[in-house]
């Protein structure tokens, strides 16, 4: 594994944009109160319709919360506008619990999965939390196995193709990449990739590694399934 790291400035958070979608004043405000604090540029969006209006006017939202059940365009249509073009963060929030709804988010290429009621100070953390995945070691390059991973842009390439991945598909290929030849249990894959304690169903895991495997092409039997275990990632020589 060749991997080339450049000296970059301290990543900040200050002024970033966060679009917040939720046709609820109140639950707007909340989470605007709370990200602002924290340095956040917050801009909202009453409907689906008003949120990809203002996601492709704007051209450098950081990150996209985005409710579920709304008017004129629902959670799940904006979220498949954005990733027609854009592979911002996207959590999305629900009143509903159910597993086929998350797992449909996921599909979708949502990054998190967050039901109402939840903590303000629990969402904020997790923003922070993606937005620094995003932008950790933004200048390596990882090459491995015919697979080129270019931090800084956000790109992936296996034998000089483009491959385009979701936020978190790339997030969970630079884990596995990086930790070459470790078996890595679903829990150890939750609290790296994820970054917090998950209690869902580890097919969560499963169904992100499923499409990752499809879009990597013969390069996607690198990751080897541990049996009752989880995962790892080897090359085959």
Same mark, same amino acid.
């Given at each position: 594994?060749?991997? +080339? =790291?450049?000296?970059?400035?301290?990543?900040?958070?200050?002024?970033?944009?966060?679009?917040?979608?939720?046709?609820?004043?109140?639950?707007?405000?909340?989470?605007? !109160?709370?990200?602002?604090?924290?340095?956040?540029?917050?801009?909202?969006?009453?409907?689906?319709? /008003?949120?990809?209006? $203002?996601?492709?006017?704007?051209?450098?939202?950081?990150?996209?919360?985005? !409710?579920?059940?709304?008017?004129?365009?629902?959670?799940?249509?904006?979220?498949?506008?954005?990733?027609?073009?854009?592979?911002?963060?996207? +959590?999305?929030?629900?009143?509903?619990?159910?597993?086929?709804?998350?797992?449909?988010?996921?599909?979708? @290429?949502?990054?998190?999965?967050?039901?109402?009621?939840?903590?303000?100070? +629990? $969402?904020?953390?997790?923003?922070?939390?993606?937005?620094?995945?995003?932008?950790?070691?933004?200048?390596?390059?990882?090459?491995?196995?015919?697979?080129?991973?270019?931090?800084?842009?956000?790109?992936? =390439? +296996?034998?000089?193709?483009?491959?385009?991945?979701?936020?978190? /598909?790339?997030?969970?290929?630079?884990?596995?990449?990086?930790?070459?030849?470790?078996?890595?249990?679903?829990?150890?894959?939750?609290?790296?990739?994820?970054?917090? !304690?998950?209690?869902?169903?580890?097919?969560?895991?499963?169904?992100?590694?499923?499409?990752?495997?499809?879009?990597?092409?013969?390069? @996607? !039997?690198?990751?080897? =399934?541990?049996?009752?275990?989880?995962?790892?990632? /080897?090359?085959?020589?």
């Amino acid at each position: 594994m060749v991997l +080339i =790291t450049e000296n970059k400035e301290d990543f900040t958070m200050d002024n970033l944009k966060v679009l917040v979608v939720d046709d609820e004043a109140r639950m707007r405000k909340l989470v605007k !109160d709370f990200l602002t604090i924290k340095g956040f540029q917050v801009i909202e969006a009453e409907d689906g319709e /008003e949120a990809v209006d $203002l996601f492709f006017a704007q051209k450098d939202i950081a990150l996209v919360i985005l !409710d579920v059940m709304m008017p004129k365009m629902d959670g799940w249509q904006v979220c498949k506008a954005i990733r027609q073009y854009s592979q911002v963060p996207v +959590i999305m929030l629900t009143a509903r619990g159910e597993e086929r709804d998350e797992l449909q988010g996921f599909d979708l @290429g949502a990054d998190e999965y967050i039901s109402k009621p939840f903590s303000p100070k +629990i $969402l904020v953390a997790r923003v922070e939390a993606i937005l620094r995945r995003s932008n950790a070691a933004a200048s390596d390059i990882i090459k491995v196995g015919g697979i080129e991973i270019n931090k800084a842009a956000h790109q992936v =390439t +296996i034998d000089g193709v483009p491959v385009d991945l979701s936020f978190k /598909e790339f997030e969970l290929l630079s884990y596995f990449v990086e930790n070459q030849g470790i078996a890595l249990s679903r829990e150890k894959i939750l609290n790296n990739v994820w970054n917090y !304690d998950y209690f869902g169903d580890a097919r969560t895991i499963d169904t992100h590694v499923k499409k990752l495997r499809s879009k990597m092409g013969e390069k @996607g !039997d690198y990751i080897k =399934t541990i049996w009752g275990m989880g995962y790892k990632f /080897e090359v085959n020589e």
